[in-house]
């Protein structure tokens, strides 16, 4: 079993719809989550994090874990042709300054 | 905003030559990771710092090396290029006051021939 698994896609979601990314990762002592945006021949960005059970808000996006399920997941509201890109999540161990980072999940919004 | 730079973007190399990739941050972050991403493929780390005159291997092996001499600098070595190097090599820097959020240089493209 990989440590992080994303369905790699591509998701194909229309423009202005919601776009749902999902992750589960194996390893239980994992405590933050980061989730990163990499644009097609670029390096990632910081698009959140969560560390808390539950949802986390910024702007058109939400972070969503269960640690319990150990599943988070990223939702993108009103979806935009720009939001197209790969979604990569990347758990960290507590007591741990290492990611660990998922192959990515391709999402492709349609004009 | 993150402040994190790499050089060259772009290099083309015949093998066996040595090549230095160029990492620095001017943030002030005491934890410096080097990562190494095939095209459609996760990042793999496979060198980080804790600061300066601290360096250990990555999960993935590689056979470069990398110098923490300076809090800002991170450069890593090749010390005889190969066509098995070719990849992207993706520099990152991190601080214990943002809960250790990653913030990613523009990568390097080595092409080794």
């Known amino acids: 079993q990989k440590e992080v698994e994303q369905n790699s896609g591509p998701l194909s979601v229309p423009e202005g719809a919601i776009a749902s990314l999902n992750c589960t990762y194996s390893?239980?002592?994992?405590?933050?989550f980061f989730w990163y945006r990499q644009y097609s021949g670029k390096s990632p960005e910081l698009i959140m994090f969560?560390?808390?059970?539950g949802d986390k808000e910024d702007g058109r996006f939400t972070a969503q874990l269960n640690k319990a399920s150990q599943y988070v997941s990223l939702l993108i509201r009103d979806s935009q042709p720009s939001d197209s890109a790969t979604y990569l999540c990347a758990p960290r161990r507590a007591g741990s300054y290492q990611l660990t980072f998922g192959k990515g999940t391709k999402l492709s919004v349609i004009p | 905003e993150a402040d994190i730079y790499q050089t060259p973007r772009y290099l083309v190399i015949g093998t066996g030559k040595k090549i230095t990739l160029e990492c620095s941050q001017t943030?002030?972050?005491?934890?410096m990771y080097w990562y190494q991403q095939d095209p459609g493929m996760e990042l793999h780390l496979i060198h980080y710092?804790?600061?300066?005159?601290?360096?250990e291997k990555g999960d993935l092996s590689s056979e470069s090396t990398v110098s923490r001499i300076r809090t800002e600098h991170f450069p890593l070595t090749l010390e005889s290029a190969r066509p098995s190097h070719t990849s992207q090599y993706l520099c990152a820097s991190s601080e214990f006051a943002r809960l250790e959020t990653q913030y990613f240089g523009p990568g390097t493209r080595l092409l080794v021939l």
């Open positions: 943030m002030g972050h005491d934890k």
């Open positions: 969560i560390y808390s059970n």
């Open positions: 710092s804790y600061g300066v005159n601290s360096t």
């Open positions: 390893d239980r002592g994992s405590q933050s």
